[in-house]
């Protein structure tokens, strides 16, 4: 098949089976069935990938699908539900409510899969680096969801090129800015809205006014876990240089702690995804001094993790996103340089600072822009699936997680199903339009029940301002909401 008859093909499955909420949540069932029954293939493939063991994938893979599966399963019947929205006196007798729907056929480029069981059809095409897992997820999904519906394509470069020439009707993309602007570029030729989490430099600034060893245990975690390949993993500690050797030496004990002497034997440090990769990764290191480790293995694609101090900003490792066990160390001198670097730069995806003044915490909150904050910990805001998860600007656009992701999969559509009762209302928009008419207009469009009630008491009877309250109140009823899903 053609990429077009592909895309046509799933758009017209779309419109015959995709919008009743019972085929949705038989999807995601089997969704679950899939990740419960085929997680020994799953983890086998990331171990095979990224040297990733088991736990790992379950810490950072399975128990965050698992939820967020869960999650959609029990709630969705809440989030496509019509939502009745407040109105003016024009419309105090209508249904007026929005009404979520599926948008149609999505391309999820590079991102995760059971974002695909919400009502769309899908194009999903994995990451190509990541060639086990992108060969088991093409051989399982079939197996056991609706392979009409949801397609998994492995080819290449140029074929996901070709791709993104169809039209789509969302595409949700993660990876690299550099390739987001191609992705936002083909999308435009058809107004493809889209949804980027594109990563990028994100800063962890460490205040003198802290814990320090708790704040390098956690930050340590954050960063080599995955061997930095993680897309909100701090990019660089912002810190004084008073205590930048402290950071360094706590850095050092727990490095030590987490995978003892030799971080290559440890079973919990996973590999670079490719030589490639590994070879972009070991020329950022180039002008900087090593604080703690350095040491590499290219025929094995492992890394170790590794610390740079007195690193300065215009050195190469600061000028792109690291997605390695790198860790560079820029001081500054104090809480405002750091708010000024930070600003000097891209808005990044996460933004971390570890402080115990109050003070330095609002101010890096309300001074910086981030897709994302968490203060005193790391990557911890993406595991709370009542947080929206996104960038801004260069890191991104659009939002996911929980309830995020729905809205952000479903079109928004505004409802009004007027009345064929009061039609005496509408006189104030009919011609002939006299002054008086107007007066009326403009109350009747900015007014709300509350300010009907006091204009009855010059101009409607009691019972005609009853009729609108009771009315109102009936839509908003948890009765006209079941009756409208």
């Known amino acids: 098949y053609s990429r077009c008859q592909v895309v046509d093909g799933l758009r017209e499955v779309f419109q015959s089976r995709s919008r009743p909420l019972q085929y949705r949540k038989q999807q995601h069932r089997a969704l679950h069935r899939l990740i419960t029954e085929r997680q020994a293939d ?19 893979e399975m128990i965050s699908i698992e939820n967020d599966i869960k999650l959609a399963e029990s709630d969705m019947a809440d989030w496509a539900a019509p939502r009745p929205v407040k109105k003016n006196l024009n419309t105090a007798l209508d249904d007026v409510y929005i009404k979520p729907e599926p948008l149609g056929v999505v391309f999820q480029l590079h991102t995760v899969f059971h974002f695909c069981c919400l009502g769309n ?40 090129q070709e791709l993104l020439k169809q039209r789509f009707d969302h595409i949700f993309y993660t990876g690299s800015s550099t390739v987001g602007k191609l992705v936002m570029e083909a999308a435009a030729r058809h107004l493809t809205p889209v949804t980027l989490e594109l990563g990028g430099k994100s800063p962890c600034y460490v205040d003198k006014n802290c814990d320090i060893a708790v704040a390098c245990r956690r930050i340590t975690w954050g960063k080599f876990a995955n061997c930095g390949q993680t897309c909100i993993a701090p990019d660089y500690i912002l810190c004084e240089p008073s205590i930048q050797d402290r950071i360094v030496e706590e850095i050092q004990k727990t490095l030590l702690e987490f995978y003892q002497k030799d971080p290559k034997s440890s079973p919990d440090y996973c590999r670079i995804i490719n030589t490639r990769h590994f070879d972009r990764a070991l020329a950022l290191m180039n002008e900087c001094t090593i604080a703690l480790g350095g040491e590499s293995d290219r025929s094995k694609c492992y890394i170790a993790p590794t610390v740079l101090k007195d690193v300065l900003p215009h050195f190469k490792i600061m000028q792109e996103e690291i997605f390695g066990p790198l860790l560079p160390m820029v001081t500054v001198n104090g809480l405002s340089e750091a708010i000024n670097f930070i600003n000097a730069r891209e808005k990044p995806l996460a933004l971390y600072v570890f402080s115990s003044d109050k003070m330095v915490i609002k101010r890096m909150l309300t001074e910086t822009s981030s897709g994302g904050v968490t203060v005193n910990d790391v990557l911890m805001h993406y595991t709370v699936d009542t947080l929206p998860f996104g960038g801004v600007g260069n890191s991104g656009m659009g939002r996911y997680h929980g309830r995020h992701t729905f809205d952000q999969l479903s079109h928004h559509r505004a409802c009004l199903v007027k009345s064929f009762a009061m039609e005496s209302l509408n006189d104030a928009r009919y011609p002939p339009l006299t002054a008086a008419r107007l007066r009326k207009a403009k109350f009747s469009c900015k007014g709300n029940l509350r300010s009907l009630r006091a204009f009855s008491n010059e101009k409607a009877p009691l019972s005609f301002v009853s009729l609108f309250e009771e009315r109102g109140a009936a839509i908003g009823s948890p009765r006209f909401r079941a009756r409208r899903s």
């Open 121 to 160: 059809a899908a194009v999903l095409k994995p990451s190509e680096l990541s060639e086990h897992s992108a060969r088991l997820m093409k051989e399982l999904l079939p197996l056991y969801l609706d392979k009409e519906m949801y397609q998994v394509v492995t080819e290449g470069v140029l074929e996901t």
């Open 42 to 60: 799953i983890e086998q493939a990331l171990k095979q990938d990224l040297n990733r063991n088991t736990y790992n994938t379950s810490l950072f």
